[in-house]
């Protein structure tokens, strides 16, 4: 899991070889959302504490009567008393509205409003039903709260540092005065990797009494967003804590009524949150809720392994917890009684079509709507998944109402206001839409070309959309893939996590069906850990999952999580997962570094795994620089232990194919594959799933995993997120070993392309020289070339395809693809690089100064097992520096 702001941020490459790529002005480069939060791991935060677009119910408020809530729903704030089936929308832009807190005098409702480059605080009068600014500055402020008597607010703000940190002010008539830091700014010693040096403190509560809060901080802790403190609401009052356990941003606490108890999620002991409850003076925390009980007509044999209770809302008399809970895998309202136990959802009202029945099921909107339906068809005619975008004519996402909605995590700042959102859909959807034009753009996978759409929505009418998609020039698009000629290609995203703490309940049917609109054929779910926790080690298996059908596969596989020596995808693993899963966690069981991943990479290839370095570098490694150094790829490649690398993933691709040149060029085949490591259950990840795939060449037959994994390991691929690629020398295609008796001056080559974006570069590198730029149309996106090149040396080819700066549709740093290398020998001579040699030595010894200077290993035997390790591979490369 690497770092965007990062690789956003990555300086530039110093490199002495031709096929150093130009450097971007930082300018066109496509931005993290809400940069201005200063925090490690944006994709963490943002996901699991920031809030999200949902087409479904992300957080609750109680009215002073405990008969009716306010709930944030799909960006607007709507209210429904308890029992009805009809809602009221109070919001509805200009931006995205979050987290209502109602006042105890029931006129205001504090909320958070988002509207493209800051998160800020407003106030909802319900009398008149106008909304007031409280906050300004540009900053990411969260959680507001109304202290009981109505006359502050308790909020998460940025304002000092980026950092998240509780603020209060005086709230009167719509105006919040007087803001002030209560909380400090303390940098911790302690090696934290997911969460920053600098404490953080987050989601306060009230006490009844209004002189203390309850809130969530890190204060003294490695892992986790932090335990539950108390302190009185002033500015440099002490803190207490009165309970730790490991937290992800989910906790949120909130204070009952009788000012004896809090409730907060906890995944305590388990893989999903639930809700928990703890002595407003500390004490033993328990559960109120678990995953696997009957409630509301579902048997408890019917459940689904595993789900999250989260954002608790105790009433105000005291009889009610209101919480959200994707236990269907969208969000959903839920209110539990406090004695009792039992549980019921709050009906949310479907948007109902034109013509149908208004009551009792009925969303009243602020604003005129009418209805979309959407289809798309495939070149037969027939009904085809697909990935749709919608923007509406007040320039909001929208989506259906249970189908998920997606935002991407970065976005280009010469593009809308907001990031991109969407949806999957079978083929068919329907959504209200604000009346005016709408902009529909419909996309599946790489081989089809992106269809984009104006239409007219008319209020209180149903509009029709009709869209066909076909395959790219050239090209003829399969179930999975295309084929080319006689060549037969499918698509895998090697790299997708099914659920990681996101604010969905994926299931296996569930994620196959996102692979299908993304037209993929293989989707590795790597199985792997969040922080102490596996939220999917439930579903690991070591065959394909049921869910799998004639047009996708699905596999449950693991990725083994040493952020030390660097991350591992081990696939189709025939016997166990591995365990503890990771290596290197301070004041933790696994806190040595062995197994190193040499060590992984036997114990998986012993039970016929595959094994592959994922996300690499945001940048390229300096040996000999400050910088610390400790990925341990050099050493597996050196000892052959990888299978294939991620060229192209959640890191710089042209940062790990400078890496990658360099290990080709001293000698050794290591075929590129491809990864989103995309959590598949996040409304806002690094995706879709697909985005970061790679292509096998199949053989003849039906396909299989295993007839896949074949073609991986034998090279013959080709990695992208736009482009399509085809490359061959003198008849020998991508992976194959071209054979010459002697130097040839003119060797004949063929290469094409065909993009669904443009690309300013389609170039041959040979031996990490770019040794032929190609012709490109007029419009960036097809090539078809044969020509000649000089082979004077053993070596390797590639055909790359690559932009200076990001291109829509393409939602990733920039459009890249690179094919796995042709290989090249001549006169039977190796492929030799003493400079490259070197530089691994250098990277080695840098590995070997790391390791002595480590003391946590559990026995001497396990450091000299390591040095061993790292002297052997410093050996090969040392063979190759004359």
Known sequence: MKNPLAVNAMRALLCASAACFLVVPAGAQRKPVLGQIQLPHPYYYREMYLPQLTTGPSAAAWSPDSKSLIYSMAGSLWRQALGTHSAQQLTAGPGYDYQPDWSRDGRWVAYVSYRGNAMELHALDLQSGRSTQLTSGGNVNLEPRFSPDGKRIVFVSTAYNGRFHIFTGDFHEGALANLQRITGETRSTLPRYYYSAFDTEISPTWSPDGREIVFVGNRGHIYGSGGLWRMKAEPGAPAR?????????????????????????????????????????????????????????????????????????????????????????????????????????????????????????????????????????????????????????????????????????????????????????????????????????????????????????????????????????????????????????????????????????????????????????????????????????????????????????????????????????????????????????????????????????????????????????????????????????????????????????????????????????????????????????????????????????????????????????????????????????????????????????????????????????????CDGEVVRDLPLTGDRTRADVSSTLPINRSGWCVLRAWSERPEHPVLDLYPYATTSPIYVSVAGAPARSPRDADYFVAWIDRLVQAANGFTDWNTPAEKQLVQKQLSDARAVFAALLH
């Not at 937290?247 to 009788?258: E, H, Q």
């Not at 596999?555 to 696939?571: A, D, I, M």
């Not at 053989?699 to 061959?728: D, V, Y």
């Open 241 to 765: 804590e009165l309970h730790y356990e490991e937290t992800t941003w989910k906790a949120r606490p909130d204070w009952s009524p009788d000012g004896r108890r809090l409730v907060y999620a906890s995944y305590l002991g388990q893989q999903w949150h639930q809700l928990w409850s703890l002595p407003a003076e500390g004490g033993f925390a328990i559960p109120l809720s678990y995953d696997s009980l009957s409630e509301f007509g579902h048997p408890a044999n019917q459940l689904r392994r595993g789900y999250d209770n989260i954002n608790p809302r105790w009433s105000p008399d005291g009889k009610y917890i209101a919480f959200i809970s994707n236990r269907e895998g969208n969000t959903a309202l839920w209110v539990q009684e406090v004695a009792g136990g039992y549980q019921w959802p709050v009906t949310v009202p479907d948007s109902s079509p034109p013509g149908a029945s208004k009551m009792p099921h009925e969303r009243r909107y602020l604003n005129p709507m009418g209805q979309l339906s959407i289809h798309v068809v495939g070149p037969d005619g027939g009904p085809t998944p697909a990935r749709i975008a919608v923007r509406g004519s007040d320039g909001r996402a929208y989506a259906p109402d249970r189908l998920w909605m997606h935002a991407d995590d970065s976005f280009d700042p010469g593009q809308p206001e907001f990031e991109a959102h969407y949806f999957h859909a079978p083929g068919q959807a329907q959504l209200a839409l604000p009346a005016g034009e709408a902009t529909v753009e419909v996309t599946k996978g790489l081989e089809y070309a992106v269809r984009v759409s104006k239409v007219r929505i008319a209020a209180g009418e149903t509009t029709e959309l009709n869209v066909r998609l076909e395959p790219l020039e050239g090209v003829a698009a399969a179930a999975g893939g295309f084929t080319r000629g006689e060549a037969r290609w499918a698509s895998a995203d090697l790299h997708v996590h099914m659920n990681y703490a996101g604010t969905y309940r994926n299931t296996p049917t569930h994620l196959a069906e996102q692979g299908e609109a993304e037209n993929l054929a293989l989707i590795e779910d790597l199985v792997v850990n969040k922080e102490l926790r596996f939220p999917d080690i439930a579903y690991f298996r070591t065959d394909p999952d049921p869910a799998s059908n004639a047009r996708i596969t699905l596999t449950h596989n693991q990725e083994f999580h040493t952020s030390y020596w660097g991350h591992l995808g081990l696939l189709h693993l025939a016997r166990n997962f591995l365990l503890p899963g990771y290596a290197g966690y301070p004041d933790t069981f696994a806190a040595s570094l062995v197994p190193t991943n040499v060590d992984v990479a036997d114990l998986a290839h012993a039970q016929q795994g595959v094994v592959g370095y994922v996300h690499p570098f945001e940048s390229v490694p300096d040996p000999r620089g400050t910088d610390p150094l400790t990925n341990e790829l050099p050493v597996d490649v050196a000892l052959g232990k990888v299978d294939y690398i991620e060229v192209l993933g959640f890191s710089d691709h042209k940062s790990t194919a400078e890496v990658w040149y360099k290990l080709l060029n001293c000698g050794f085949h290591l075929p590129t594959g491809a990864g989103t490591d995309a959590m598949a259950n996040f409304a806002s990840l690094r995706g879709p799933v697909g985005l970061n795939r790679v292509y096998a060449e199949l053989t003849p037959g039906p396909f299989s995993h295993e007839k896949f994994l074949e073609a991986l390991r034998s090279g013959r691929t080709f990695a992208s997120n736009g482009p399509l690629l085809g490359f061959s020398m003198a008849g020998e295609g991508i992976g194959g070993e071209l054979k010459l008796a002697q130097p040839q001056p003119a060797v004949k080559f063929t290469a094409w392309l065909r993009s669904i974006a443009p690309v300013d570069h389609l170039q041959v590198v």
